[in-house]
Protein backbone atom coordinates (compact mmCIF):
# COMPACT_ATOMS: atom_id res chain seq x y z
CA UNK A 1 0.00 0.00 0.00
CA UNK A 2 3.33 2.54 0.40
CA UNK A 3 4.30 1.55 -2.68
CA UNK A 4 5.74 4.87 -4.19
CA UNK A 5 5.16 3.12 -7.54
CA UNK A 6 1.32 2.18 -6.93
CA UNK A 7 -0.06 5.13 -8.82
CA UNK A 8 -3.59 3.51 -9.35
CA UNK A 9 -5.24 5.56 -6.78
CA UNK A 10 -4.52 9.02 -7.92
CA UNK A 11 -5.44 8.20 -11.07
CA UNK A 12 -8.28 6.41 -10.08
CA UNK A 13 -9.17 9.31 -8.47
CA UNK A 14 -8.90 11.93 -11.10
CA UNK A 15 -10.54 10.49 -14.02
CA UNK A 16 -14.07 10.92 -12.57
CA UNK A 17 -13.42 14.87 -12.36
CA UNK A 18 -12.66 15.31 -15.96
CA UNK A 19 -16.02 14.59 -18.19
CA UNK A 20 -18.03 17.72 -16.14
CA UNK A 21 -16.41 20.40 -18.30
CA UNK A 22 -18.11 19.17 -21.52
CA UNK A 23 -21.84 18.71 -19.79
CA UNK A 24 -21.38 22.52 -19.08
CA UNK A 25 -20.46 23.50 -22.55
CA UNK A 26 -23.57 21.77 -23.91
CA UNK A 27 -25.69 23.19 -21.12
CA UNK A 28 -24.52 27.07 -21.81
CA UNK A 29 -25.40 26.44 -25.67
CA UNK A 30 -29.22 24.89 -25.20
CA UNK A 31 -29.78 27.61 -22.90
CA UNK A 32 -28.66 30.36 -25.73
CA UNK A 33 -29.98 28.09 -28.25
CA UNK A 34 -33.33 28.12 -26.09
CA UNK A 35 -33.21 31.67 -25.05
CA UNK A 36 -32.82 32.50 -29.10
CA UNK A 37 -35.67 30.38 -29.82
CA UNK A 38 -37.88 32.15 -26.73
CA UNK A 39 -36.93 35.14 -28.34
CA UNK A 40 -37.60 34.07 -32.04
CA UNK A 41 -41.24 32.97 -30.98
CA UNK A 42 -41.81 36.34 -28.94
CA UNK A 43 -40.86 38.42 -32.42
CA UNK A 44 -43.01 36.22 -34.34
CA UNK A 45 -45.95 36.39 -31.82
CA UNK A 46 -45.91 39.98 -31.98
CA UNK A 47 -45.07 40.06 -35.84
CA UNK A 48 -47.96 38.09 -36.58
CA UNK A 49 -50.26 40.15 -33.99
CA UNK A 50 -49.29 43.21 -36.00
CA UNK A 51 -50.45 41.66 -39.30
CA UNK A 52 -53.72 40.73 -37.97
CA UNK A 53 -54.06 43.76 -36.23
CA UNK A 54 -53.20 45.56 -40.17
CA UNK A 55 -55.10 43.20 -41.41
CA UNK A 56 -58.15 43.90 -39.98
CA UNK A 57 -57.65 47.41 -39.73
CA UNK A 58 -57.18 47.52 -43.65
CA UNK A 59 -60.65 46.67 -43.78
CA UNK A 60 -61.93 50.14 -42.14
CA UNK A 61 -62.85 52.56 -45.67
CA UNK A 62 -65.04 55.83 -45.32
CA UNK A 63 -67.25 57.17 -47.82
CA UNK A 64 -67.73 61.13 -48.76
CA UNK A 65 -71.30 62.91 -48.79
CA UNK A 66 -70.65 62.63 -52.98
CA UNK A 67 -70.61 58.97 -52.79
CA UNK A 68 -72.02 55.91 -51.90
CA UNK A 69 -70.64 52.45 -51.32
CA UNK A 70 -71.89 48.64 -52.07
CA UNK A 71 -69.71 45.72 -50.35
CA UNK A 72 -69.14 42.63 -51.93
CA UNK A 73 -68.11 39.32 -49.99
CA UNK A 74 -66.70 37.03 -52.93
CA UNK A 75 -68.33 38.40 -55.78
CA UNK A 76 -72.00 38.91 -54.07
CA UNK A 77 -73.46 42.38 -52.52
CA UNK A 78 -74.15 42.11 -48.77
CA UNK A 79 -77.48 43.11 -47.68
CA UNK A 80 -80.84 43.28 -48.93
CA UNK A 81 -82.78 46.01 -51.00
CA UNK A 82 -81.87 49.65 -50.34
CA UNK A 83 -79.93 48.14 -46.92
CA UNK A 84 -77.13 46.98 -49.39
CA UNK A 85 -75.93 50.92 -50.10
CA UNK A 86 -73.96 52.30 -47.44
CA UNK A 87 -74.03 56.18 -46.77
CA UNK A 88 -71.35 58.80 -46.14
CA UNK A 89 -69.22 57.94 -43.18
CA UNK A 90 -66.99 55.43 -41.80
CA UNK A 91 -67.36 51.66 -42.24
CA UNK A 92 -66.03 48.62 -42.08
CA UNK A 93 -65.44 45.48 -43.97
CA UNK A 94 -63.26 41.84 -44.53
CA UNK A 95 -60.09 43.01 -46.45
CA UNK A 96 -59.35 41.85 -49.83
CA UNK A 97 -60.03 38.90 -51.21
CA UNK A 98 -62.69 38.22 -48.82
CA UNK A 99 -64.89 41.82 -49.17
CA UNK A 100 -64.40 43.89 -51.62
CA UNK A 101 -65.91 47.91 -50.82
CA UNK A 102 -67.05 49.72 -54.28
CA UNK A 103 -67.76 53.22 -54.30
CA UNK A 104 -70.38 54.89 -56.66
CA UNK A 105 -70.34 58.72 -57.65
CA UNK A 106 -73.77 59.70 -56.06
CA UNK A 107 -74.42 63.59 -56.49
CA UNK A 108 -71.72 64.26 -58.63
CA UNK A 109 -71.60 64.42 -62.66
CA UNK A 110 -70.15 61.93 -64.47
CA UNK A 111 -68.95 63.12 -67.85
CA UNK A 112 -68.68 60.45 -71.19
CA UNK A 113 -67.31 61.40 -74.63
CA UNK A 114 -68.47 60.25 -77.92
CA UNK A 115 -65.84 57.86 -79.57
CA UNK A 116 -67.48 58.24 -83.05
CA UNK A 117 -68.08 60.66 -85.69
CA UNK A 118 -64.76 62.59 -85.62
CA UNK A 119 -61.71 62.68 -87.95
CA UNK A 120 -58.53 61.34 -86.32
CA UNK A 121 -56.60 63.67 -83.74
CA UNK A 122 -55.73 63.42 -79.99
CA UNK A 123 -56.77 65.98 -77.44
CA UNK A 124 -53.19 66.59 -77.28
CA UNK A 125 -52.69 67.81 -80.95
CA UNK A 126 -55.65 69.29 -80.51
CA UNK A 127 -54.33 71.43 -77.49
CA UNK A 128 -51.14 72.36 -79.29
CA UNK A 129 -53.06 73.29 -82.73
CA UNK A 130 -50.63 70.42 -84.50
CA UNK A 131 -53.00 68.39 -85.99
CA UNK A 132 -52.24 67.19 -89.48
CA UNK A 133 -53.37 68.77 -92.53
CA UNK A 134 -56.59 67.64 -94.11
CA UNK A 135 -56.12 65.40 -96.98
CA UNK A 136 -58.02 65.66 -100.83
CA UNK A 137 -60.62 63.11 -99.61
CA UNK A 138 -61.76 61.67 -96.31
CA UNK A 139 -60.13 58.20 -94.99
CA UNK A 140 -62.71 56.06 -93.27
CA UNK A 141 -60.63 53.59 -92.22
CA UNK A 142 -59.24 56.69 -89.51
CA UNK A 143 -62.07 58.97 -89.50
CA UNK A 144 -65.22 59.05 -88.35
CA UNK A 145 -68.02 60.47 -90.02
CA UNK A 146 -71.84 60.58 -90.08
CA UNK A 147 -74.24 60.10 -92.90
CA UNK A 148 -77.27 63.37 -93.29
CA UNK A 149 -80.72 62.86 -94.19
CA UNK A 150 -79.57 64.57 -97.98
CA UNK A 151 -76.63 61.78 -98.17
CA UNK A 152 -74.16 64.21 -96.84
CA UNK A 153 -71.15 63.58 -94.48
CA UNK A 154 -70.61 65.64 -91.20
CA UNK A 155 -68.05 65.16 -88.50
CA UNK A 156 -69.75 65.39 -85.17
CA UNK A 157 -68.78 64.65 -81.39
CA UNK A 158 -70.31 65.37 -78.07
CA UNK A 159 -69.96 65.60 -74.49
CA UNK A 160 -72.29 63.43 -72.46
CA UNK A 161 -72.48 64.80 -68.39
CA UNK A 162 -74.93 62.68 -66.38
CA UNK A 163 -75.78 61.58 -62.58
CA UNK A 164 -76.38 58.93 -61.13
CA UNK A 165 -80.15 58.46 -59.19
CA UNK A 166 -79.96 54.68 -59.07
CA UNK A 167 -76.72 53.74 -57.70
CA UNK A 168 -77.79 49.93 -57.12
CA UNK A 169 -78.84 49.45 -60.31
CA UNK A 170 -75.81 51.34 -62.24
CA UNK A 171 -73.30 49.03 -59.88
CA UNK A 172 -74.96 46.06 -59.87
CA UNK A 173 -77.05 45.26 -63.14
CA UNK A 174 -74.22 45.99 -65.81
CA UNK A 175 -70.62 45.74 -65.26
CA UNK A 176 -69.44 48.97 -66.79
CA UNK A 177 -72.63 50.81 -67.36
CA UNK A 178 -70.66 53.91 -68.42
CA UNK A 179 -69.53 52.30 -71.87
CA UNK A 180 -73.02 51.39 -72.54
CA UNK A 181 -73.88 55.69 -71.39
CA UNK A 182 -71.32 56.11 -73.99
CA UNK A 183 -73.14 53.70 -76.70
CA UNK A 184 -75.83 55.37 -76.11
CA UNK A 185 -74.65 58.92 -76.83
CA UNK A 186 -72.48 57.44 -79.77
CA UNK A 187 -76.08 56.07 -81.24
CA UNK A 188 -77.73 59.67 -80.51
CA UNK A 189 -75.39 61.28 -83.05
CA UNK A 190 -76.06 58.25 -85.85
CA UNK A 191 -79.84 58.79 -85.35
CA UNK A 192 -80.11 62.57 -85.02
CA UNK A 193 -77.42 63.09 -88.19
CA UNK A 194 -79.83 60.91 -89.99
CA UNK A 195 -82.96 62.64 -89.63
CA UNK A 196 -81.32 66.52 -90.67
CA UNK A 197 -79.88 68.13 -93.32
CA UNK A 198 -75.93 68.79 -93.85
CA UNK A 199 -77.30 72.72 -93.64
CA UNK A 200 -79.67 71.78 -90.78
CA UNK A 201 -77.10 70.16 -88.51
CA UNK A 202 -73.89 72.67 -89.19
CA UNK A 203 -75.95 76.45 -89.26
CA UNK A 204 -79.65 76.81 -89.32
CA UNK A 205 -81.11 74.35 -87.10
CA UNK A 206 -78.40 73.18 -84.31
CA UNK A 207 -80.03 73.57 -81.47
CA UNK A 208 -82.67 71.04 -82.84
CA UNK A 209 -80.30 69.01 -83.55
CA UNK A 210 -78.35 68.64 -80.25
CA UNK A 211 -82.44 68.16 -78.57
CA UNK A 212 -82.64 65.39 -80.66
CA UNK A 213 -79.71 63.92 -79.71
CA UNK A 214 -80.55 64.50 -76.31
CA UNK A 215 -83.79 63.32 -76.50
CA UNK A 216 -82.21 59.62 -78.13
CA UNK A 217 -79.82 59.22 -75.61
CA UNK A 218 -82.33 59.76 -72.50
CA UNK A 219 -84.73 57.18 -74.65
CA UNK A 220 -81.91 54.52 -74.86
CA UNK A 221 -80.75 55.39 -71.00
CA UNK A 222 -84.62 54.89 -69.80
CA UNK A 223 -84.62 51.55 -71.94
CA UNK A 224 -81.85 49.83 -70.62
CA UNK A 225 -82.40 51.21 -67.39
CA UNK A 226 -78.90 52.16 -66.58
CA UNK A 227 -80.29 54.40 -63.69
CA UNK A 228 -78.80 57.66 -64.12
CA UNK A 229 -80.05 61.50 -65.13
CA UNK A 230 -79.08 63.04 -68.30
CA UNK A 231 -78.42 66.65 -67.27
CA UNK A 232 -76.02 68.31 -70.53
CA UNK A 233 -75.31 67.32 -73.99
CA UNK A 234 -72.77 69.48 -75.73
CA UNK A 235 -72.51 69.24 -79.37
CA UNK A 236 -69.58 69.74 -82.11
CA UNK A 237 -70.54 69.59 -85.62
CA UNK A 238 -68.19 70.77 -88.45
CA UNK A 239 -67.98 69.96 -92.29
CA UNK A 240 -65.24 67.18 -93.47
CA UNK A 241 -61.75 69.11 -93.57
CA UNK A 242 -61.09 69.04 -97.15
CA UNK A 243 -64.00 70.35 -98.00
CA UNK A 244 -64.26 73.39 -95.58
CA UNK A 245 -63.05 75.86 -97.52
CA UNK A 246 -66.13 75.72 -99.92
CA UNK A 247 -68.34 75.84 -96.70
CA UNK A 248 -66.74 78.85 -95.04
CA UNK A 249 -67.30 80.41 -98.28
CA UNK A 250 -70.88 79.68 -98.10
CA UNK A 251 -71.32 80.69 -94.81
CA UNK A 252 -69.78 83.74 -95.23
CA UNK A 253 -72.07 84.06 -98.05
CA UNK A 254 -74.77 83.84 -95.66
CA UNK A 255 -73.59 85.74 -93.44
CA UNK A 256 -73.54 88.58 -95.54
CA UNK A 257 -77.36 87.71 -96.93
CA UNK A 258 -78.32 88.24 -93.20
CA UNK A 259 -76.74 91.08 -92.61
CA UNK A 260 -77.94 92.94 -95.75
CA UNK A 261 -81.16 91.53 -94.81
CA UNK A 262 -80.75 93.35 -91.36
CA UNK A 263 -79.67 96.52 -92.97
CA UNK A 264 -82.82 96.54 -95.15
CA UNK A 265 -85.28 95.42 -92.53
CA UNK A 266 -83.87 98.05 -90.42
CA UNK A 267 -84.26 100.44 -93.22
CA UNK A 268 -88.11 99.39 -94.03
CA UNK A 269 -88.86 99.74 -90.29
CA UNK A 270 -87.42 102.54 -89.75
CA UNK A 271 -89.15 103.81 -92.93
CA UNK A 272 -92.79 102.40 -91.97
CA UNK A 273 -92.50 103.96 -88.51
CA UNK A 274 -91.69 107.57 -90.10
CA UNK A 275 -94.30 107.05 -92.27
CA UNK A 276 -96.52 105.70 -89.98
CA UNK A 277 -95.81 108.77 -87.92
CA UNK A 278 -96.48 111.37 -90.72
CA UNK A 279 -99.85 109.44 -91.40
CA UNK A 280 -100.91 109.58 -87.69
CA UNK A 281 -99.85 113.55 -87.46
CA UNK A 282 -102.08 114.04 -90.99
CA UNK A 283 -105.03 111.80 -89.03
CA UNK A 284 -105.08 113.69 -85.94
CA UNK A 285 -104.70 116.85 -87.93
CA UNK A 286 -107.33 116.22 -90.13
CA UNK A 287 -109.69 114.72 -87.09
CA UNK A 288 -108.91 118.49 -85.54
CA UNK A 289 -109.88 120.64 -88.29
CA UNK A 290 -113.03 118.17 -88.71
CA UNK A 291 -114.00 118.63 -85.36
CA UNK A 292 -113.40 122.24 -85.26
CA UNK A 293 -115.07 122.99 -88.23
CA UNK A 294 -117.98 120.92 -87.34
CA UNK A 295 -117.91 122.65 -83.83
CA UNK A 296 -118.05 126.08 -86.06
CA UNK A 297 -120.86 125.06 -87.92
CA UNK A 298 -122.71 123.72 -85.75
CA UNK A 299 -122.57 127.07 -83.58
CA UNK A 300 -123.35 128.85 -86.44
CA UNK A 301 -126.77 126.54 -87.31
CA UNK A 302 -127.42 126.68 -83.45
CA UNK A 303 -126.85 130.69 -83.70
CA UNK A 304 -129.22 130.85 -87.20
CA UNK A 305 -131.53 128.75 -85.39
CA UNK A 306 -132.05 130.70 -82.49
CA UNK A 307 -132.63 134.17 -85.09
CA UNK A 308 -134.87 132.52 -87.15
CA UNK A 309 -137.63 133.66 -85.01
CA UNK A 310 -136.60 137.43 -84.38
CA UNK A 311 -136.17 137.44 -88.15
CA UNK A 312 -139.57 136.11 -88.94
CA UNK A 313 -141.62 138.65 -86.36
CA UNK A 314 -139.62 142.13 -88.62
CA UNK A 315 -137.07 140.95 -91.29
CA UNK A 316 -136.34 144.95 -91.43
CA UNK A 317 -135.98 145.40 -87.84
CA UNK A 318 -133.62 141.82 -87.69
CA UNK A 319 -131.55 143.48 -90.89
CA UNK A 320 -130.83 146.62 -89.77
CA UNK A 321 -129.93 145.15 -86.30
CA UNK A 322 -127.13 143.17 -88.13
CA UNK A 323 -126.50 145.89 -90.23
CA UNK A 324 -125.83 148.07 -86.61
CA UNK A 325 -123.82 145.37 -85.45
CA UNK A 326 -121.48 144.40 -88.45
CA UNK A 327 -121.00 148.46 -88.58
CA UNK A 328 -120.62 148.55 -84.70
CA UNK A 329 -117.45 145.69 -85.22
CA UNK A 330 -116.25 147.09 -88.11
CA UNK A 331 -116.05 150.76 -86.94
CA UNK A 332 -114.43 149.76 -83.36
CA UNK A 333 -111.72 148.17 -84.93
CA UNK A 334 -110.71 150.42 -86.97
CA UNK A 335 -107.95 152.93 -86.68
CA UNK A 336 -108.48 155.12 -89.57
CA UNK A 337 -111.13 157.99 -89.17
CA UNK A 338 -114.75 157.22 -90.04
CA UNK A 339 -117.59 158.46 -91.89
CA UNK A 340 -120.91 157.39 -92.01
CA UNK A 341 -123.79 158.81 -94.39
CA UNK A 342 -127.13 157.43 -93.73
CA UNK A 343 -129.36 157.23 -95.89
CA UNK A 344 -131.62 160.39 -96.19
CA UNK A 345 -135.51 160.09 -95.88
CA UNK A 346 -136.20 161.87 -99.10
CA UNK A 347 -134.80 159.22 -101.04
CA UNK A 348 -132.27 161.92 -102.47
CA UNK A 349 -128.39 161.19 -102.61
CA UNK A 350 -126.30 163.52 -100.33
CA UNK A 351 -123.18 164.91 -101.57
CA UNK A 352 -119.78 164.36 -99.33
CA UNK A 353 -117.06 166.61 -99.49
CA UNK A 354 -113.62 165.68 -97.88
CA UNK A 355 -110.61 168.25 -97.27
CA UNK A 356 -107.43 166.43 -98.30
CA UNK A 357 -104.36 167.56 -96.67
CA UNK A 358 -105.80 169.09 -93.85
CA UNK A 359 -103.63 170.76 -90.53
CA UNK A 360 -103.71 167.81 -88.05
CA UNK A 361 -105.54 168.31 -85.74
CA UNK A 362 -103.92 169.96 -81.98
CA UNK A 363 -104.39 167.60 -79.08
CA UNK A 364 -105.97 168.89 -76.29
CA UNK A 365 -105.36 169.77 -72.91
CA UNK A 366 -106.88 166.48 -71.45
CA UNK A 367 -105.14 164.25 -74.65
CA UNK A 368 -102.02 166.13 -73.23
Known amino acids: ?11 TEKNPASPPRPEQVEDASSAALSEALRSSFVIVKVIMIILIVVFFASGFFTVSSQERAIILRFGRPLGAGEQRLLGPGAHWKFPYPIDEAVKIPFSEFQTVRSTTGWYATTPEMEASNSEPPAGST ?32 YALDFVNASNLVQNALNNGLFHASARFTVDQALT ?78 LINQGESDRTRIVEGVSAEANYFTNQLPYYRSNPQLFANRLRTEALHRVLTNSTVEKVFLPASQDGKARELRLLLSREPQKPSTKQQ
Open 138 to 169: LNPASDGYTLTSDGNIIHVRATLRYRINRPLS
Open 204 to 281: SDKLRFKEKVTERVQQLVDQQGLGITVEQVEINTIAPRYVNPAFESVLSADVERRQSNEVAQAYSSRILSMAEGEASA
Open 1 to 11: MNDPHDHSSPK
